[in-house]
């Protein structure tokens, strides 16, 4: 029902700069949330950055002040601009929506991206 396409991951030197995008297509009425969860080698899924109704932010304390995410809403895409990247932050990012796929719907639905790799080298 709802397809995202993932671009802008790949390889960068510590303290360089990447900027990630996903694209929502597919059927769907509104967007309540896009965002973006990474996860590290050997480690679980976790909030990076995400955006709901275009005006209220969330991030992960780790990536405060290094990273920012913002919407284009004629798009449908979502973006991560990465700075002073961090070998921590080597991992796999995978976009996230949630939204309605029909008018005047209570029901939330949530649709995963395939995945983007991201590597910062020391």
């Known amino acids: 029902q709802v397809q995202l396409v993932e671009s802008g991951g790949g390889l960068v030197q510590a303290g360089g700069s990447l900027r990630l995008s996903c694209v929502a297509s597919?059927?769907?009425?509104?967007?309540?949330?896009m965002g973006w969860y990474r996860q590290a080698p050997g480690k679980g899924r976790e909030l990076v950055a995400d955006?709901?109704?275009?005006?209220?932010?969330k991030y992960a304390d780790s990536v405060k002040g290094r990273f920012t995410i913002s919407r284009d809403n004629a798009k449908n895409t979502v973006y991560l601009q990465m700075n002073s990247l961090k070998p921590e932050d080597t991992a796999v990012y995978y976009c996230?929506?949630?939204?309605?796929?029909?008018?005047?719907?209570?029901?939330?639905?949530?649709?995963w991206g395939p995945g983007t790799e991201v590597t910062v080298s020391s």
């Open positions: 996230h929506f949630a939204g309605q796929l029909l008018p005047n719907s209570d029901y939330e639905y949530v649709y």
């Open positions: 597919g059927s769907f009425f509104s967007i309540n949330t």
């Open positions: 955006l709901t109704s275009g005006v209220t932010t």
